[in-house]
């Protein structure tokens, strides 16, 4: 079992940056890739960008160039972050960490961390 805490959100003005943060527990070892999404109100839950265990990068085309995932394969709990810059309302939202098994077709979610961008 994984567990997943993001940490990170608040509220922000247009243009300003934020830093997501993911940290995994438990079976860390089984990790695989890692990701974010965000699910604004009345909308589904979108994807926002992944990254391997190696340092592979995927960006939705919608977030390319303003988003940056990154991990920190230093640090034993192989955290997880998303850099957030040029903040916009329309990225008010709640986001959340995903984390996929390397051998099991398991997937795991947190707890969501709000961000509210004010204009």
């Known amino acids: 079992q994984v567990q997943l805490v993001e940490s990170g959100g608040g509220l922000v003005q247009a243009g300003e940056s934020l830093r997501l943060s993911c940290t995994p527990s438990?079976?860390?070892?089984?990790?695989?890739?890692m990701g974010w999404h965000r699910q604004a109100p009345g909308k589904q839950r979108e994807f926002l960008a992944a990254?391997?265990?190696?340092?592979?990068?995927?960006?939705a085309d919608s977030v390319k160039g303003r988003f940056t995932i990154s991990r920190d394969n230093t640090n034993a709990k192989n955290p997880v972050y998303l850099q957030i810059d040029s903040l916009k309302p329309e990225d008010t939202a709640v986001y959340y960490c995903?984390?996929?098994?390397?051998?099991?077709?398991?997937?795991?979610w947190g707890q969501g961390t709000q961000v509210t961008v004010s204009s």
């Open positions: 995903h984390a996929a098994e390397y051998l099991r077709d398991l997937h795991y």
């Open positions: 438990g079976s860390i070892y089984s990790i695989g890739p």
């Open positions: 990254i391997t265990a190696d340092g592979i990068r995927n960006y």
